[in-house]
């Protein structure tokens, strides 16, 4: 296996398009250490450990509550250190399934370690009928013609023909799968994040993947801004999507001046998410192992 020596991400650099977008929007909150991933050109978080032995590391991916916003220790890497095994941590900003297929060397990355943590990404990433999402991200185009993909259709074709090791189902969100799509406002409809999935997709999902974990948290949220250069209250200027499709609470809260984190998840959810996943994940590591 080709070792990970990636390079360090140059913070002073113009904005790189293979590199998360929250790099050098967050940079006073947090470093994310990111590193170009060999054989591609995305920057993932790091720092990648020199020890991605095959069958003898996690990989977790998704998008950016995988990733791991305004947040030192997200998930993968406390449930890397719990675990006793190195992670690599492959979430990416607005990354949906279509993100992951046909990455054959962020798959082979997959493929090569002990288990996938498979993170429940929002149903808006997926492009459809209407809405063409061709690159995998959040952002999308409207579209004239072609058939509907369910995020179900997409999802199966990911999880169960492009990822041969176990796989974990991860529900990381602040609130239950149980909810009921109101069509009174836009927001309503979508409901919290992981927008547009809920009990009967995560049902469908599920036989494809080896163990499923559900964290529902909002602990210490919101988060207060703190500048990692001087250890004090720190604000943020985040400028409005240049690509608007949905309006709404995500929207608003994802623009102007910000105080605090009212939109990622705090530090302590992702404590808790740790928490619930070391069990499970223990049992895949064992299954192996035995």
Known sequence: MVPLEGRRADLDT??????????????EIVDFHCERLPGT???FRGPF???LNCGRYITAIGAAQTFGCFCDRPYPAILSERL?????NLGYSGAGPD?????????????????CAVQAISGRSVWNSLLDNSN?????RRRSDGTPPTVEQISDEVIAQEITVPKVLVWFSSRTPDYTPRHHRRAALLGD?????DTPTLARIRPLVDAHAECVSQRSSPQPLVSRVDGK?????????PKPIFAGQGAALCQGIWHENKYYFSPEMYQDAADILKTPCRALLAAQDG
């Open 84 to 88: 006793g095994v190195p992670g690599l």
């Open 136 to 140: 995998g991200l959040a952002y999308r």
């Open 14 to 27: 113009a904005y790189n398009e293979g590199m998360p977008k929250y790099v050098l929007r967050d940079r």
């Open 233 to 241: 209250p720190t604000t943020m200027l985040l400028e409005a999507d």
């Open 41 to 43: 050109d995305l920057w």
């Open 49 to 51: 450990s020199k020890q």
């Open 99 to 115: 993100f992951f297929r046909g990455r054959e060397d962020v798959l082979r990355r997959i493929d090569d370690s002990a288990f």
């Open 193 to 197: 994040y992981p927008r547009l999935i």
